[in-house]
């Protein structure tokens, strides 16, 4: 079936570092991704949406300048966290769609990446 | 961004038992209700999903009621095992379902064995 990979699925990096993490869909032209933030037992919250080759769209209170979303083809969408900071330790999601997605097909999801910032 | 409301935030039921999470939501423009299953460290993984033209929808040992006039909807599952232990998602989304999901807080099912 349908697979959306995100790499990598964990990663530590001193505060002030740029992070960059992948979003690919493996077997499907994923036309728009969403990428969500989920911190511990909370809801994911969804931060921006990228259709490819255009700008993303960006929830209100999520600052486009700090988290960089890049979506240059049909299968590879990347989130960038410049100049993290220990708040933006989160666990990160990505979906792929594409248009006619049946109704009973499943919205895909990555495994999610696991940031710590130190 | 549009509401949905989830309960209970923690659920602990016996092994064989019925598990019940409710959701209501606002937004009456939305038209599809998934519901999402997520183990520690993993993305959320669809389950079942309905759209307000029926008022239940089964599958397996999953069940959605859907009630529309009170803007409310239901997972049932029956004869929970202890692999179901999870937290669970119920969403709502406008159009397509591909579309941007709106997401209730969440569910943290225990099955004890």
């Known amino acids: 079936g349908a697979v959306v990979s995100q790499h990598p699925s964990w990663v530590i990096c001193k505060s002030g570092t740029s992070v960059k993490i992948e979003c690919r869909s493996l077997?499907?032209?994923?036309?728009?991704m969403f990428w969500y933030r989920q911190f511990p037992k909370q809801s994911l919250m969804l931060m921006a949406t990228s259709n490819e080759g255009s700008k993303a769209t960006y929830e209100q209170g999520v600052e486009k300048d700090k988290f960089l979303i890049n979506h240059a083809s049909l299968t590879l969408s990347t989130l960038t966290v410049t100049s993290a900071h220990p708040e933006d330790s989160s666990f990160y999601i990505c979906?792929?769609?594409?248009?006619?997605?049946?109704?009973?097909?499943?919205?895909?999801f990555g495994n999610g990446t696991r940031l710590t910032v130190t | 961004q549009q509401q949905v409301k989830q309960s209970p935030q923690s659920l602990i039921v016996q092994k064989g038992g019925i598990s019940i999470i409710n959701c209501a939501y606002e937004?009456?423009?939305?038209?599809?209700f998934p519901w999402y299953q997520q183990f520690p460290g993993k993305g959320p993984a669809l389950l079942i999903a309905i759209r307000p033209d029926v008022s239940e929808k089964k599958e397996g040992r999953f069940t959605i009621s859907f009630n529309k006039s009170a803007k409310q909807f239901s997972l049932h599952i029956m004869d929970s095992q202890p692999g179901d232990s999870a937290t669970y998602f119920c969403a709502a989304s406008k159009g397509t379902s591909g579309s941007r999901l709106t997401f209730g807080e969440g569910t943290q099912l225990t099955v004890n064995p």
């Open positions: 937004n009456t423009a939305f038209d599809y």
């Open positions: 979906s792929a769609t594409y248009p006619g997605l049946a109704f009973n097909s499943p919205l895909h």
């Open positions: 077997d499907f032209q994923a036309t728009t």
